[in-house]
């Protein structure tokens, strides 16, 4: 949102073919004040021993939504290095005392302080959970960057996943969040499967497990999140939980974080189901020329959609990585 969504852009923009200069680093300096101001309320936060809003961390509105700009933007900088450190700090343990993990939030899902979740949540999804922060720790990781307590970190995030792994008829899954019951009673088993969508299900969850896999040398976990992807693609009544085409809640979503995971796999079983999803995709706006999308926006509406089909019509990764703000790339 705001200024780090527009120098995130620009950024974009300028990678194929440099230009922006001037404005970029007029943005870069509100955006790495900002991020100043966000790591100090952080660890501020922490030496108080209390747990986290979403907000702090999340990709959309926190910290982890930050550090995918500047790991895309100055992988050098220092305030790239001091987000990545925060993101390992926020999984540590004895920094916040209390039954749960570090990254727990107090309040509900939407961010408010609510009845149904009275002593908070933990959450799991792409676009508000801890799914996000423990992408952009393998990406950095993957790229050689220096991140102290970077393994452990993505080991302590990867040891809370696997013990709400699930698993059904379609194959495994994780939940997109749990409450202080499920939590005490040691499993998410009695939280419905979430729809396969990126901002809580399996197309964020998965593509951060096998991220992490690949940082990790873990062939076991990379395995099982490209079969829990190659699973959900196969099964239509999963797939068809899904009843908008955008990037966020949408098909366009599930297409995106598919073809990222198609390109790391070890097989070809993602591969191999991209065309049916795409097809699908298609027969779903038979008449796109003449009966757009109303929304034309990124995370919602016609603009993701379109990027996402032109990186499978193309064969390609894109140049400009805009797909880095779903943390999948």
Not at 113 to 127: I, W
Not at 292 to 307: E, K, T, V, Y
Request: a neutral charge.
């Amino acid at each position: 949102m705001g200024v780090p969504a527009i120098a995130f852009m620009l950024n974009a923009a300028a990678r194929p073919e440099p230009g922006y200069q001037h404005a970029l680093q007029r943005l870069d300096e509100a955006v790495i004040s900002l991020t100043r101001r966000r790591l100090d309320a952080a660890h501020t936060r922490i030496n108080r021993g209390e747990y986290p809003h979403l907000k702090e961390f999340d990709l959309i509105r926190g910290l982890t939504g930050l550090g995918v700009y500047h790991l895309r933007r100055h992988p050098d900088h220092p305030i790239t290095t001091q987000t990545l450190r925060y993101l390992a700090r926020l999984t540590q343990p004895g920094d916040v005392p209390g039954p749960h993990p570090p990254w727990w939030t107090p309040v509900a899902p939407n961010g408010d302080h609510v009845p149904e979740y009275p002593h908070g949540h933990g959450n799991l999804g792409a676009s508000h959970g801890i799914s996000a922060p423990l992408a952009l720790l393998s990406v950095a990781m993957l790229a050689g960057m220096p991140v102290p307590a970077g393994r452990e970190a993505i080991e302590r995030l990867c040891s809370w996943t696997d013990q709400l792994l699930q698993h059904d008829r379609t194959g495994p899954w994780w939940p997109g969040l749990l409450d202080h019951d499920q939590a005490d009673a040691g499993s998410a088993a009695s939280f419905p499967r979430p729809r396969p969508s990126w901002c809580y299900g399996v197309a964020g969850t998965a593509r951060a497990q096998q991220l992490a896999a690949l940082a990790l040398g873990d062939v076991h976990r990379q395995s099982l999140a490209e079969t829990a992807m190659a699973t959900t693609l196969q099964d239509t009544t999963q797939i068809e939980r899904i009843t908008e085409l955008g990037l966020c809640h949408g098909l366009a979503g599930l297409l995106r974080a598919a073809g990222r995971m198609a390109s790391d796999e070890r097989t070809s079983q993602i591969t191999d189901q991209i065309p049916a999803l795409t097809r699908r995709i298609l027969l779903r706006n038979p008449n796109s020329r003449t009966a757009p999308i109303a929304d034309p926006s990124l995370l919602d509406g016609a603009a993701g959609l379109a990027l996402a089909l032109h990186a499978v019509g193309t064969s390609t990764h894109p140049l400009t990585e805009w797909d880095a703000i779903l943390a999948v790339a």
